[in-house]
Nanobody, 126 residues
């Protein structure tokens, strides 16, 4: 059973930066897809960024150019570097993994991820 543990959330002012981390415990296949999602109060959960084992990435339009997803396989860790943060980026951020994933990069934000972390809160004040 996989376990995902996020960290790195916090409170920042608009324009600031945060880096989220997600450590994956347990065995994954050699072709995982991993992603970051967020849920703001009163809104549905939405995809933020995702990447596959070939290091293809996809971003939602709202974060493109500001956020960067990356991974360190040696540390079994997924990252989300968030720059130029805006108040509308506020929410609970979750990482997720589909351990054996064979999809075209264009759909990375839309697939059904199978395992989820508990989330880390990000609050951006104006």
């Amino acid at each position: 059973q996989l376990q995902l543990v996020e960290s790195g959330g916090g409170s920042v002012q608009a324009g600031g930066s945060l880096r989220l981390s997600c450590v994956v415990y347990g065995h994954t296949h050699s072709t995982p897809c991993m992603g970051w999602f967020r849920k703001a109060p009163g809104k549905e959960r939405e995809p933020v960024a995702a990447m596959d084992s070939g290091l293809n990435t996809r971003y939602s339009d709202s974060v493109k150019g500001r956020f960067t997803i990356s991974q360190d396989n040696a540390k079994n860790t997924l990252y989300l570097q968030m720059n130029s943060l805006k108040p509308e980026d506020t929410g609970m951020y979750y990482c997720a993994i589909d351990p054996g994933c064979w999809v075209v990069p264009a759909v990375l934000l839309r697939i059904g991820y199978k395992h989820w972390g508990q989330g880390t809160q990000v609050t951006v004040s104006s």
